[in-house]
């Protein structure tokens, strides 16, 4: 018997449900968003939906229904109680509820996008290999298209605002498409460079591959443009016509006569072609600058000797063009020329300048140099000195180890000092770090490999970032006497070292007068930063290290 119940229950259950069925199109037509909550795996409905699809509409009370539904989005996790209730038409109140559903439409459609025939692939897009990098450029392709790879293989080799990096793949797979070939410029971080796919046969499928035409981005845009109402367009297509024809209706009437016609009474004119006269050798003194029969009278009462200034504008000679040859930009110089550009803009410079006796500090390198040739080790430049004593100053003048936010002045507890080194392809700093701890054995060493890395365009970010003082030295190598360098930001303060020379100075000896070398130091300081005392007090650490080398050893 309980067969037989349960056998008739079920038979009553279907055939209730064929209406249903048989107006499923009508239902998803209408009805679609009521559709969508009572077959959601969490939708707990009060209502029992044959009977709203079957009359259309709730007439009473007992006929309508309250769904309440936990939704989970798409794009984020959770969870929201949305009440719904169901009226004439089947309308929805609830705006919470609409933004589910177009974001649900919105993940269906880029599920569809025009590449969903494609097979699986990853698109590689330009790394960001440094903070200040915005775009960069392809320098040479490693891998070419079908090529296998692995973690960890180089890809290609991409120029950024401050050197020449290797790009390694992260995934295994095969190289499908080079998007951007071997010389590519100005590629905006993110721009997808090549695209990478898990079985070899479907590399022919990329050929003919267009990020721009495939990328879900695309659609989005296309989506986008497609929504925004037309009559925006209309009116900025509009506009620019109608102030277009003023300057050019305008220009006519106010511009003066110009070319080689020149202007003339009848009287003049056939005055001047009796008498053979040029109307152009002629000044006008009429109105506008026209030419009137007294001006050939006095022409010819001159024997023609009359030099009109309007002449040698018409008839001068065309000064020779120039020769020029265009050096395209690299992508470090539009990078320094940028920031420096900011630095001048931004921060307010001033300068401090002191001379220094170096003729301690070239006997101790004489010393230094000595012992190093007899143990084998590399010479000790004047420069590593001066980056030395530099950061034994920073250490005991910590405010200058310091750069400016918007909300706060930090302060550096590592003395990392870049040194400015120019090569054939810009100017690098590669960086020291914590130069205040480090013997001159160990800073020459470093510096020099360095600046080997630098000409050889090879740095890499970490060979560059993370500094928080500059020195420039333009004495040693170029003879500079004095000069004032630009603060490198985000630091507060660089060091511009000349080149030392001989002075006569008052000796304390019998002799009245001796020979010493200087050296000239100028400090340029961020006023936001350091004060004028503060950088009067680096300088004068400076020199103290400089002038009594001796106690950098200590």
């Known amino acids: 018997m309980l067969l037989i119940l349960f056998a008739f229950d079920y038979f009553i259950n279907t055939v209730m449900m064929l209406p249903v069925l048989r107006n499923a199109p009508n239902l998803l037509r209408r009805d679609h968003a009521l559709l969508v909550r009572c077959f959601s795996h969490n939708a707990q409905s009060t209502t029992d939906i044959r009977k709203v699809h079957r009359h259309g509409f709730a007439p009473s009370g007992r006929e309508s229904g309250l769904f309440s539904t936990s939704t989970k989005s798409l794009s984020g996790t959770f969870t929201r109680n949305v009440s719904t209730t169901m009226s004439m038409g089947s309308s929805i109140s609830g705006s919470v509820y609409n933004n589910q559903i177009s974001c649900l439409q919105g993940q269906l459609r880029r599920g569809f996008s025009s590449d969903a025939g494609l097979p699986p692939h990853q698109e590689i897009g330009m790394p960001s290999l440094s903070p200040t990098m915005t775009e960069g450029n392809i320098v040479r392709w490693l891998k070419k298209e079908g090529d296998q790879v692995s973690p960890g293989e180089v890809l290609c080799e991409v120029e950024t605002d401050k050197a020449t990096v290797e ?14 070939g ?20 479907d590399i022919a499928k990329f050929k003919d591959y267009s990020p721009s035409a495939s990328g879900s981005g695309g659609d989005e845009a296309k989506g986008s443009s497609d929504s925004s109402p037309p009559p925006p367009p209309k009116k900025e297509a509009v506009e620019p016509p109608v102030s277009a024809p003023e300057p050019k209706t305008s220009k006519p009437s106010v511009a003066p006569p110009s ?3 020149v202007f003339a009474s009848p009287l003049a004119r056939s005055l001047a072609e009796e008498h053979k006269v040029p109307l152009s050798s002629i000044k006008g003194t ?7 029969k007294a001006d050939i009278e006095e022409y010819l009462a001159s024997g023609g000797k009359q030099v009109s200034g309007a002449a040698p504008k018409a008839k001068g000679a065309a000064a020779p063009a120039l020769e020029y040859t265009d050096i395209p930009h690299s992508q470090i110089r539009k990078v320094t020329a ?29 010393q230094l140099n000595s012992l190093q040739e007899a143990t084998g080790g590399k010479r000790i430049s004047i420069n590593d000195l001066v980056i030395k004593a530099a950061a034994l100053a920073l250490q005991k003048v910590p405010q200058v180890n310091s750069s400016w936010t918007d909300d706060c002045i930090r302060q550096y507890h590592n003395v990392n000092v870049n040194v400015a080194v120019q090569t054939d392809n810009g100017l690098f700093v590669p960086v020291v770090r914590d130069a205040n701890k480090k013997g001159l054995s160990a800073i020459s060493e470093e510096v020099k490999q360095l600046a080997k890395k630098a000409k050889e365009n090879s740095l ?25 360098a630009i603060i490198n930001p985000p630091q507060s303060g660089i060091l ?26 100028t400090l340029s300081c961020d006023h936001r930063v350091i004060d004028g005392a503060i950088g009067a007090e680096w300088l004068k650490a400076f020199k103290g290290y400089i002038e009594n080398p001796e106690s950098m050893l200590l």
């Not at 790009?167 to 951007?180: F, N, S």
């Not at 890499?460 to 004032?484: A, H, R």
């Not at 002799?511 to 130091?521: G, T």
């Open 167 to 180: 790009m390694e793949c992260m995934e295994d797979g095969y190289l499908a498409k080079i998007v951007h």
């Open 182 to 201: 071997e010389g590519a410029q100005g590629i905006k971080v993110g721009e997808v460079i090549c695209v990478t796919v898990e079985d070899e046969g």
């Open 259 to 261: 070319g080689d016609r």
């Open 286 to 292: 009429g109105p506008d600058g026209s030419i009137v």
């Open 338 to 366: 940028s920031r420096l550009l900011l630095s001048k803009q931004t921060i307010p410079h001033y300068y401090l300048m002191v001379d220094t006796c170096v003729d301690k500090l070239v006997e101790l390198r004489s």
């Open 460 to 484: 890499k970010p970490e060979d560059y970032e993370g500094g928080t003082f500059t020195v420039s030295n333009l004495g040693g190598p170029f003879g500079i006497k004095q000069f004032c």
């Open 496 to 521: 511009a070292i000349g080149s030392a020379e001989k002075r006569v100075v008052p000796s304390s000896g019998p002799e009245q007068y001796k020979f010493a070398s200087f050296l000239s130091a």
